[in-house]
């Protein structure tokens, strides 16, 4: 029989236990790095998955290993952290916490990720070497890939030879695979800005420094880095996403603070992109008669995320493989995203080649023949309060594609 008929026969005797822990983790959603449920139902599917070392890291990821004889390291990861949002789906699995829901998908991948593990255990004659399974918390608003670096992860574990990861795609169909080689997803920052003004009363504002007009003003000239800046062919993202200052209606205040997202693919980007900012802001301050001690303060947090820059030569193999296994129409060049996510820490900063996939997961009754979208319906997207995701093909096609992906980059060493 061949492999991945094996394998799917595998993956179907275990679809509904699969399905069952992706109910329970949906139904029990917990945020950031406070996980300590999802991670202890996790940790004791890796044990009965048969690997042989499963262990926490900073107390809510956990980090399971499977021996298999001699050969090369690979790890394969999956989030499991929720959002802060009510989960509207409707669905009999839906959440039981208030206004905490699984909308980005992390309930499927660490679901799957079990369906992986005892995929591959029950294969260890078609493998040898070393398999790291990752279940990491704190994707969304923590960046928890770095805080189990930090605390260990790759000193006390087999340094892989390649990280594999993938997300639930809200535009491809249940069934296909989304590939993209080199910059996946985007650098991240989250600066904010401190704009400063001299306070006074409204209906006497010539005795003011209006830090409302020069936060307005910085806004708009802050649109102005990625249309006459920037090169058109370098993806880049600068929004100011809050704006808060003032308390009354007849006061003008002293400060306004701008709370900012800026994405690219680049060290060197980035820091032309803030460098840009920071002249805009003294340009404006001094444009609107403030003095030095007042001018605006750009705060930076220091690299929210890193890019994802997928591996070529690895991206090769993963898609020779999914082609293997669902055929070529089925796999599909995605282009990069602004999207953030901290995958990217796995790399070493290009010391361990990475490789992140899509993983589709919208319903294919929505899709042709040809697996175009049968309308100009728009699906929701990830974090949206309905993204739900297509479960039968979803969780089949992530289970049995990345097995048969992983189990050919053991055969080739």
């Known amino acids: 029989m061949p492999l991945i008929d094996t394998i799917r026969q595998h993956v179907e005797a275990d679809y509904e236990r699969i399905f069952q822990l992706f109910c329970h983790y949906n139904e029990n959603p917990e945020i950031g790095m406070d996980t300590f449920n999802t991670s202890q139902r996790q940790a004791e599917e890796l044990r009965a998955a048969g690997c042989d070392v499963v262990q926490m890291v900073c107390e809510t990821g956990v980090v399971a290993v499977m021996k298999n004889g001699e050969g090369p390291t690979y790890l394969f990861r999956a989030d499991c952290d929720a959002l802060p949002q009510p989960d509207l789906r409707g669905e009999a699995w839906a959440s039981k ?13 660490s679901a799957n990720l079990i369906g992986v593990a005892r995929a591959m255990a029950k294969l260890k004659s078609e493998w040898a070497g070393t398999m790291v399974f990752v279940t990491q918390p704190g994707e ?20 892989p030879k390649a990280a594999l990861a993938y997300h639930v795609s809200p535009t491809l169909p ?7 080689r080199g910059p996946a997803m985007a650098l991240i920052e989250m600066p904010k800005i401190i704009v400063k ?4 009363h409204g209906g006497y504002p010539q005795t003011t420094k209006d830090a409302v007009v020069l936060a307005s003003s910085i806004v708009v000239r ?9 090169s058109p062919f370098e993806p880049t993202v600068v929004s100011v996403c809050s704006i808060h200052g003032g308390l009354s209606h007849n006061i003008l205040p002293d400060q306004v603070e701008l709370k900012l997202t800026v994405r690219c693919f680049s060290v060197a980007v980035y820091e032309k992109i803030m460098a840009e900012i920071k002249q805009i802001c003294e340009g404006e301050a001094i444009a609107s008669g403030l003095p030095k001690e007042l001018f605006p303060e750009v705060i930076e947090r220091g690299f929210f995320t ?4 997928n591996d070529v030569a690895l991206m090769d193999k993963l898609q020779s493989s999914f082609e293997q296994t ?6 599909r060049q995605e282009p990069c995203y602004t999207f953030g996510e901290d995958f990217s820490s796995y790399g070493l900063d290009g010391k361990i080649p990475l490789g992140f996939v899509w993983l589709g997961s919208v319903n294919p009754n929505k899709f042709d023949e040809n697996m175009q979208p049968k309308s100009t319906e728009t699906y929701p997207p990830l ?14 096609t992530g289970i049995a594609a990345m097995t048969a992906a992983l189990i050919q980059l053991f055969k080739n060493g």
């Not at 916490?97 to 980005?104: A, L, W």
């Not at 249940?174 to 993209?180: K, L, N, R, Y």
């Not at 669902?326 to 796999?331: A, E, I, Q």
């Open 383 to 396: 974090h949206s309060s309905v993204f739900n995701p297509y479960l039968p093909g979803t969780i089949r």
């Open 140 to 159: 969304e608003f923590d960046n928890g890939a770095d805080k189990l670096i930090k605390a260990g992860l790759f000193d006390h574990f087999p340094l």
């Open 174 to 180: 249940a069934g296909t695979i989304g590939v993209v």
């Open 97 to 109: 916490i208030p206004n905490v829901g699984h909308q980005c998908g992390h309930s499927l991948h």
């Open 306 to 309: 890193k890019p994802v820059i």
């Open 326 to 331: 669902l055929g070529k129409d089925m796999v």
């Open 222 to 230: 802050l649109q102005t880095i990625v249309s006459r800046v920037m």
């Open 197 to 200: 003004g001299i306070s006074g």
